[in-house]
């Protein structure tokens, strides 16, 4: 999020209102979370609005209808961080209508005006944060005319240009100043991609063409600097999906291949993750497929879920296609706290190298690089404690100080470097615990004391004291990797004494005991854990010999485990490592009693990367952050 101003003086985390306090002119966005599809026909033509988070795989649900029916209309997003417009399509003639929806508020589209020229239908829309343009269509024959609207404003579209060649249902996809429109056809197949530049009005210049040509409309979408388009027809049924680099002008790569090969599939973005909804086959067959891909790596595509109907020719909108909600928009007036969104910190506490150490750093969670010294830890060196924390304060629970187990509960603020200050003492002391919190609770699972413990006990954060009884875990268990929701706690793996692949969770806010969620993947101990606010992910550990797994869980719905990747790195000793996270991004500590940290985009599944070093080589350390589970 390079657009947020880093300034030493503001770190700490700041609620919505102290933001706006400090801001004026614009806003701070919240990672742009809502794809919108609109419209399409199923047989019939719709008015039907969906919506889904982006971020979180699942079903669409419903938003609300469309001024008109109206299918065939843009196959890219037209819209800004607030609003998406639907522009031209058949309802069943040829439309120049343009609706608009504000994004984050469901309800009925409105009348934002009529596109410059004549009423068509299946265009390529592109888009910045300020204005919209509208590309190519059939009336009745190919049309090269491009026409754009300010998005914030309603009225007709005006007149920007032409494209190289007069085609109907190009592809589109745009970064903040670049839109792109490739194949369609004229009336014959065409692989050709242009571009324009958004804020200039003139003819589309050539870009170069697709790896195939395709003529039925592809779907297009976008990262800020890459573009993807995917299907289509050659006249056969296509899974492909190409990738263009937006700045350089150039030919499409392979990319790798939607999960069913389909034509006229709606498609959007947030700023890491594309996403290809329904379109049709060749069989006159209707999908309500929902399929998603890595934008920075490509591949296969996996399932997100479903639309509400199967359809084909809707009309998409987000709220963060291209970059847009990668910083912070508008005019400053005053310093932007750190804190919000890309200053988030991991803090990584104590443990062995292999002697055991009262070590803390301190890394940022967006920004790649190595570790900061923090401070001490006041029990001295420590290791195989418990970590909770909130969006101020981290806590350190129990631990290992050689010859024997602790109860001491210590803690810093995020904001304040310093050594650590007594909070108060455990119900049991205890090492080789897990850790789950909220805003206003931290939890400690099971460990052990000497032998396994199915004890789980909690501090409120913000106040100092001792812990209390929570309730018990299904099994004693130790070393076991803990993550969490704002409402949720989550527990996996472990040994009992064996290894074990249960996955437990807590209702944070309600005492009692842990209830059986899932399993994960593969049966392991010493395994590390982080989370976002909707997904928990399960990082390496041993089953005896070194994991190379990473799963992932939905924190919302219990069942089983489902594959991530694999780590960058693993050795035959890849455990004793800690996970740290924002809403965004997850790091991966002191695995394999190295210094090396590694990191995932918690919402797009892949491998692990390197992301730095800690200051002092070691493992058993304990690690949390005040963005965990989306608490900032």
């Known amino acids: 999020m390079a657009n947020y101003p880093q300034l030493d003086d503001q770190v700490g985390v700041w609620k919505l209102k102290e933001v706006n306090n400090a801001v004026s002119g614009g806003y701070w966005r919240n990672g742009g979370s809502r794809g919108i599809f ?74 934002f005006g009529n596109l410059s020229g004549s009423a068509r239908q299946s265009l390529g829309g592109v888009s910045n944060s300020t204005r919209g ?27 920007f240009g032409n494209l190289t060649v007069a085609r109907f249902g190009p592809a589109a996809c745009s970064s903040p100043t670049r839109g792109l429109f490739a194949a369609g056809g004229a009336p014959g197949v065409q692989n050709v991609i242009d571009f324009v530049e958004i804020a200039t009005t003139g003819n ?28 289509g027809g050659a006249p056969g049924d296509v899974t492909t999906i190409n990738r263009v680099t937006m700045a350089s002008q150039g030919n499409g790569i392979d990319y790798g291949d939607l999960t069913v090969a389909r034509r006229q599939s709606a498609a959007l973005s947030n700023s890491v993750k594309g996403v290809f909804a329904g379109g049709y086959n060749s069989d006159d067959d209707k999908y309500n497929t929902i399929d998603s891909i890595s934008i920075s790596n490509g591949g296969t595509a996996t399932d997100f879920g479903d639309l ?21 928009q508008g005019t400053r007036i005053a310093p ?81 470097a310093g050594n650590t200050a007594d909070f108060g003492n455990l119900t049991t002391s205890s090492r080789r615990s897990g850790g789950a919190s909220s805003e206003t609770r931290g939890i ?50 472990g040994s009992a004494p064996g290894n074990v692949n249960v996955i437990e969770f807590i209702t944070i806010a309600a005492a009692g005991n842990a209830t059986d969620f899932g399993d994960l993947t593969e049966a392991r101990r010493y395994l590390s854990g982080c989370s976002s606010s909707t997904r928990g992910v399960f990082y390496s550990g041993m089953q005896p010999n070194a994991s190379a797994v990473i ?82």
Do not use: W
């Open 308 to 328: 509400q109907t199967a359809t084909f020719g809707k009309q998409p909108a987000s709220d963060s296609h291209g970059g847009l909600n990668d910083g912070y």
């Open 551 to 632: 799963d992932y869980i939905t924190i919302a719905s219990a069942g089983n485990a489902t594959d991530f990747g694999d780590p960058g790195t693993t050795t035959p000793d890849d455990s004793y490592g800690c996970g740290a996270s924002n809403n965004i991004r997850g790091l991966f500590a002191g695995r394999n009693g190295s210094a090396l940290v590694e990191k995932i985009t918690i919402a797009s599944t892949g491998n692990g990367a390197t992301f730095g070093d800690l200051s002092v080589t070691r493992n058993n350390l304990s690690g949390n952050s005040n963005g965990h589970g989306g608490l900032s």
């Open 133 to 159: 343009i509208a590309a190519g269509g059939d009336d009745p024959s190919a049309n090269n005319e491009i026409s754009y609207v300010t998005i914030a404003s309603t009225g007709n579209g005006v007149d």
């Open 336 to 416: 932007i706290p750190q804190g919000v969104g890309s200053g988030q910190r991991a803090i990584f506490m104590g443990g062995a190298a292999p002697a055991v150490k009262d070590t803390i750093d301190f890394m940022t969670i967006n920004t790649d690089g190595n570790a900061t010294d923090f401070g001490n830890l006041i029990a001295g060196n420590n290791g195989h404690g418990a970590a909770v924390s909130s969006s101020t304060r981290i806590a350190l629970q129990g631990g290992f100080i050689s010859p024997a187990n602790i109860d001491v509960i210590q803690y810093v603020e995020f904001k304040s």
């Open 444 to 493: 400690r699972f099971g460990g052990m004391n000497p032998g396994r413990m199915n004890v789980i006990d909690f501090i409120t954060i913000a106040s100092v004291g001792n812990s209390t009884d929570f309730g018990d875990m299904t099994a004693a268990t130790a070393d076991s990797a803990g993550l969490s929701s704002p409402t949720r706690g989550i527990i996996g793996g």
């Open 38 to 111: 609109a419209g399409g026909q199923s047989p019939t033509i719709l008015n039907q609005i969906d919506f889904i988070t982006i971020s979180s795989t699942g079903n669409a649900a419903d938003f609300g209808d469309l001024s008109v029916v109206r299918g065939s209309g843009n196959s890219d997003c037209v819209s800004s961080f607030t609003r998406g417009l639907f522009t031209g399509g058949v309802t069943p003639s040829r439309s120049l209508t343009i609706d608009y929806v504000t994004i984050q508020t469901t309800g009925n589209a409105a009348d």
């Open 204 to 231: 589309a210049v050539d870009f170069g063409d697709l790896a195939t040509a395709t003529i039925s409309p592809l779907g297009g979408t976008s990262s800020s600097t890459i573009g993807v388009f995917a299907g």
